[in-house]
């Protein structure tokens, strides 16, 4: 199962890459799908260990540990702000003239 999912990753990576390269338009276009896919998996991500914690029903096994680490909590917020910050500036920078 590993494998399929690298093999699937890797090929959607060259597809998007391939697109973005060739097309403008299509860079622009994924930009802002990776802005929205990244704003809403940060939202439930959020909300869902928010509310955990909150309720206090984190089931303690060694994984789920980590959602009362404040390293955790903090770098991963952070990573979510900064990896949309950058996606949305990218999107609409050009590339060298081919």
């Known amino acids: 199962m590993e494998i399929i999912i690298?093999?699937?990753?890797?090929?959607?990576?060259?597809?998007?890459?391939?697109?973005?390269?060739r097309s403008d338009t299509g860079r622009k276009l994924l930009g802002g799908l990776a802005a929205i896919a990244i704003f809403l998996a940060s939202t439930?991500?959020?909300t869902s260990a928010t509310r955990t914690i909150m309720d206090?029903?984190?089931?303690?096994?060694e994984i789920h540990s980590v959602l009362e680490?404040?390293?955790f909590i903090?770098?991963?917020g952070y990573l979510m702000?900064?990896?949309l910050?950058?996606?949305a500036a990218g999107i609409g920078r050009g590339v060298a003239a081919r």
Do not use: D, E
């Open 6 to 21: 690298g093999v699937g990753l890797a090929i959607g990576a060259a597809i998007v890459g391939w697109i973005s390269y």
């Open 44 to 46: 439930v991500i959020a």
């Open 56 to 61: 206090n029903t984190v089931y303690m096994t």
């Open 69 to 71: 680490s404040p390293t």
């Open 74 to 76: 903090i770098s991963t």
């Open 81 to 83: 702000v900064y990896g």
């Open 85 to 87: 910050a950058r996606v």
